[in-house]
């Protein structure tokens, strides 16, 4: 049953960050730091912190366990079957298979973007109300880290 995104985002919000916070600490204990190519990647697109960053390559993306959250998830366009890769702070998940320098500079754009916003708490208000009002392919946030896909660092 499909979900008023608009209406619903701020009921969801809380819990989406309690679960993208939880996400970030599982890739922050469990992923790979970057190599030192993929650390000049990540600064040649923004990354302060290219250090933190931690990559998990995994069959499946993650889902939320909450109902409410991963049909508003699926909804919104973040984890439909084409997604390879997604981005929670630090920590960036990526489809086993779909590892390219195209792929982990847009991700590290996004951290670049949780960066610059301060944290997970900060940033998800800003890209769901963009996803919201603009749609996935359209968020300025997306459109961005879109503009900053490189195959090089």
């Known amino acids: 049953m499909p ?31 970057l190599s030192l190519d993929g650390i000049a990647l990540a600064r040649a697109v923004g990354v302060v912190l290219p250090e933190m960053v931690r990559v998990a390559l995994v069959d499946r993306l993650p889902r939320p366990d909450d109902p409410e959250l ?11 079957p084409g ?17 390219a320098n195209r792929l982990l500079s847009h991700e590290c754009r996004h951290v670049h973007q949780y960066e610059s916003l301060g944290s997970i708490a900060a940033f998800l208000p800003v890209y769901l109300q963009q996803i919201v009002e603009h749609g996935y392919d359209n968020a300025p946030f997306e459109v961005d880290a879109r503009a900053h896909e490189r195959d090089a660092p």
């Open 70 to 80: 991963r049909e508003a998830a699926l909804q919104a366009g973040l984890l439909n």
């Open 3 to 33: 979900i008023d995104l608009a209406a619903a985002l701020p009921q969801l919000l809380p819990r989406a960050i309690e679960w993208v916070e939880a996400q970030q600490a599982k890739v922050q204990r469990l992923g790979t730091p």
């Open 83 to 99: 997604t390879f890769g997604i981005t929670f702070g630090h920590a960036i998940y990526i489809r086993s298979g779909h590892l």
